[in-house]
């Protein structure tokens, strides 16, 4: 099994700076990893896949990068909406996904 | 719009089953796979399950392997989840998803909840 590994557990930034969140893989993904939102109460929503390649509505201050077995998710210039948990997940071996455990981004 | 609609969750004793539904609308259901995912209270995401489009593929998470069972009725657009021999380690929210296989999994249903304690 692939274990994804997320960084830090707990982000704290400030709204208006920007956020760097960190997946590594236990072995190589190629570009086989998506990022997810997910808000208190609601399910998760899918913004990056295939490493950098946002999904559909989602705005341009999140991107994502690397490949391989690191992989950043950057969100410039925080928004109030844009505190949540974050969620790598690797499918190079689709459709036996695993996930990472997940990164908290707080408010500052 | 792409909605998914999760039904059938509640709680159950150990050793007890479950059949959990999902209602998709929006879109041609025929022609993608879906997924089943899972979250324990306040933990991570667990893949579960996945069937192909047209219900001859199938896999599981070896954590359900044995006891649940993916299927789906494309004439009545549903995705179906039995889940049997349940334990209190399967108690979670029980997400059903579209899965795009290398372009993400999108959209998720809001959840159901599935409390397994006696």
């Known amino acids: 099994e692939i274990v994804m590994t997320q960084s830090p557990a707990t982000l704290s930034v400030s709204p208006g700076e920007r956020a760097t969140l960190s997946c590594r893989a236990s072995?190589?993904?190629?570009?086989?990893l998506a990022w997810y939102q997910q808000k208190p109460g609601q399910a998760p929503r899918l913004l990056i896949y295939g490493a950098s390649t946002r999904a559909t509505g989602i705005p341009a201050r999140f991107s994502g990068s690397g490949s391989g077995t690191e992989f950043t998710l950057t969100i410039s210039s925080l928004q109030s909406e844009d505190f949540a948990v974050y969620y790598c997940?690797?499918?190079?071996?689709?459709?036996?996904?695993?996930f990472g455990q997940g990164t908290k981004l707080e408010i500052k | 719009q792409v909605q998914l609609v999760e039904s059938g969750g509640g709680l159950v004793k150990p050793g007890g089953s479950l059949r959990l539904s999902c209602a998709a609308s929006?879109?041609?259901?025929?022609?993608?796979?879906m997924s089943w995912i899972r979250q324990a209270p306040g933990k991570g995401l667990e893949w579960v399950s996945y069937?192909?489009?047209?219900?001859?593929?199938?896999y599981y998470a070896d954590s359900v392997k044995g006891r649940f069972t993916i299927s789906r009725d494309n004439a009545k657009n549903s995705l179906y989840l039995q889940m049997n021999s349940l334990r209190a380690e399967d108690t979670a929210v029980y997400y059903c998803?579209?899965?795009?296989?290398?372009?993400?999994?999108?959209?998720w249903g809001q959840g159901t909840l599935v409390t397994v304690s006696s």
């Open positions: 069937i192909s489009s047209s219900g001859s593929t199938i």
């Open positions: 998803a579209r899965d795009g296989a290398a372009a993400g999994v999108s959209p």
């Open positions: 997940q690797q499918y190079n071996n689709w459709p036996l996904y695993t």
């Open positions: 072995q190589s993904v190629s570009s086989n």
């Open positions: 929006g879109f041609t259901f025929s022609d993608y796979y």
